[in-house]
């Protein structure tokens, strides 16, 4: 199982992107889907996540401002950045947890990072 992250890049301060992350592999469910970002000399955190059912969680950070949404093919996950802020700079990266496969069961797959610069 891959995951593939796309949609990062420059924008100016109240800019918008959009992310998305699609997983490969013959995948028979995913329990939820998330993006993380990692800034500059900081930790990795959460930024949203979405459970198979449509349960979502924000970081407050991003509340009202970011929203996540898992595709019409349940292995896919977008995140609509808003009014984004030169503090949301970072590497974004998408994950899946509890992915069924065909051939085997993972706790958790990352994708490679998708880098979101926001000047101001």
């Known amino acids: 199982v891959q995951l593939q992250a796309c949609g990062g890049g420059l924008v100016q301060a109240g800019g918008s992107l959009r992310l998305s992350c699609a997983a490969s592999?013959?995948?028979?469910?995913?329990?939820?889907m998330g993006w993380y970002r990692q800034g500059p000399g900081k930790q990795r955190e959460l930024v949203a996540s979405v459970t198979s059912g449509g349960s979502t969680n924000y970081a407050d950070s991003v509340k009202g401002r970011f929203t996540i949404s898992r595709g019409n093919a349940k292995n896919t996950v977008f995140l609509q950045m808003n009014s984004l802020r030169p503090e949301d700079t970072a590497v974004y990266f998408c994950?899946?947890?509890?992915?069924?496969?065909?051939?085997?069961?993972?706790?958790?797959?990352w994708g490679q990072g998708t880098q979101v610069t926001v000047s101001s």
């Open positions: 994950n899946a947890v509890n992915v069924n496969s065909v051939s085997y069961f993972e706790p958790s797959v």
């Open positions: 592999g013959s995948i028979l469910s995913i329990s939820a």
